[in-house]
């Protein structure tokens, strides 16, 4: 059977989503290249995906080993995680159809959603999923 969604990544995923929403109804306003734009925000969600499941699934796998390896495992994780990210920034930026500003923007839009989760947690997914912390 499956695990539940952890609700600290359900509540980042959730933000990410809504920031993406946020800057996919202004970007459209802004860019010229609408369709360009559109795809660098769902490349730079799909990567906000990647990167929080692999946190958490990185952090899961850390807390049950010894202090020392744990450091070693989540700084290699954390190094795939960039390397992964790069490489993706580097494919938006050779197809003339994705724009990379716009996935950039969507991936440092984690950041805006891991400052925000307490928030979202009180204001929508607690409502939305009907539980509390």
Not at 48 to 64: G, N
Not at 73 to 92: K, P
Not at 119 to 129: A, D, E, N, Y
């Amino acid at each position: 059977m499956m695990k539940r969604l952890d609700p600290t990544v359900r509540d980042l995923l959730f933000g990410g989503l809504l920031y993406g929403v946020l800057a996919e109804v202004i970007g459209l306003f802004i860019v010229k290249d609408r369709l360009a734009y559109s795809l660098g925000i769902l490349v730079g969600y799909v990567c906000v995906v990647f990167i929080t499941c692999h946190m958490y699934l990185t952090l899961e796998k850390a807390l049950d080993m010894e202090p020392s390896k744990a450091v070693k495992y989540s700084m290699t994780c954390n190094i795939i995680r960039y390397v992964i990210v790069a490489g993706v920034a580097c494919l938006v930026a050779y197809v003339p159809q994705m724009n990379v500003i716009a996935m950039l923007i969507m991936v440092f839009g984690l950041k805006v959603s891991a400052f925000l989760q307490p928030t979202i947690h009180k204001l929508i997914t607690s409502k939305l999923f009907k539980e509390g912390r």
